[in-house]
């Protein structure tokens, strides 16, 4: 990544607590809010009192350096990890605790910066397994496979099949996901997290691994689910022209804490964070 990729802008930026937001898009409906929120393992700090929010239908950058805690951020949203301090509110609900699958149920899914799937299962199955939350027919019916079981199935696959249409992944449906491509492999992992119909979509570096074309696929994914399905989308992202094109706002970490939060503009003018993410000196 490059100081232009960044902009080199030495005007000083309004503090991070002060970034003018007059120029934001026009999303104005609160669907998560991250107040005063710590982390810590041991005595290592990984988050330290950071504040942001994510209104309804934009996506959200969080970016910064390796070791920033931005990864540790989206696990303390979807309950993986339990944060000392502070609170997070997701649709007006304040919470302190909550177990990852309690987070899904809820309305929050996940992808992650090492693709997690079922390698032996086809990519049919593994986006299948995504809409395990979605099934109200109880085990015994699903294990007889008759009646309402059945129907409801029919129903999910449906569903499914419009999923692996929007990603253009027809041709491997039926493929084990494990022989798949990389680039392919995450594509079939967002499937499975639009398979739970998400209110919240977190992504950690979608675009990990992956060359050129296969980025400007992704691209093109993430911005149809976010404008057609009306998704709220947050991303964990390293490649500043994806943020740039894809962000309608932007939070920047830095050892654990927010440094910047505004439009893309905003803080790629910023020289302290152009000073952190660069190295580079005023």
Do not use: C
């Amino acid at each position: 990544m490059s100081a232009t990729a960044l902009g080199t802008s030495s005007q000083k930026s309004d503090s991070p607590e002060h970034v003018d937001q007059s120029s934001a898009p026009l999303h104005t409906e609160e669907l998560l809010s991250v107040s005063h929120v710590s982390l810590s393992f041991g005595g290592v700090k990984a988050i330290t009192d950071i504040s942001f929010d994510i209104m309804k239908g934009e996506v959200r950058a969080i970016i910064g350096p390796n070791g920033a805690g931005k990864t540790s951020m989206l696990n303390v949203i979807n309950g993986f990890y339990h944060p000392q301090e502070g609170v997070i509110s997701f649709r007006g609900k304040k919470r302190r605790r909550m177990k990852p699958h309690q987070a899904a149920a809820s309305g929050i899914a996940r992808t992650f910066q090492n693709v997690a799937l079922f390698k032996g299962m086809s990519t049919l199955d593994n986006i299948m397994s995504g809409r395990s939350l979605k099934m109200r027919r109880g085990f015994f019916w699903q294990m007889i496979h008759v009646g309402p079981a059945r129907n409801e199935e029919i129903r999910h696959r449906e569903k499914v099949e419009e999923i692996i249409d929007f990603l253009e992944i027809a041709h491997i449906r039926k493929q084990p996901v494990g022989k798949l491509p990389y680039g392919l492999q995450k594509r079939v992992e967002l499937g499975r997290a639009m398979a739970m119909e998400p209110d919240l979509l977190l992504l950690d570096e979608p675009m990990a691994g992956m060359n050129l074309e296969e980025k400007e696929d992704m691209s093109r994914f993430i911005i149809d689910l976010n404008t057609e399905f009306g998704t709220t989308i947050a991303l964990i992202e390293h490649d500043m022209g994806v943020v740039m094109d894809l962000a309608d706002r932007v939070v920047v970490l830095d050892y654990g804490k927010k440094i910047a939060d505004g439009t893309p503009e905003q803080v790629q003018s910023s020289q302290e964070v152009i000073d952190a993410y660069l190295g580079v000196g005023h």
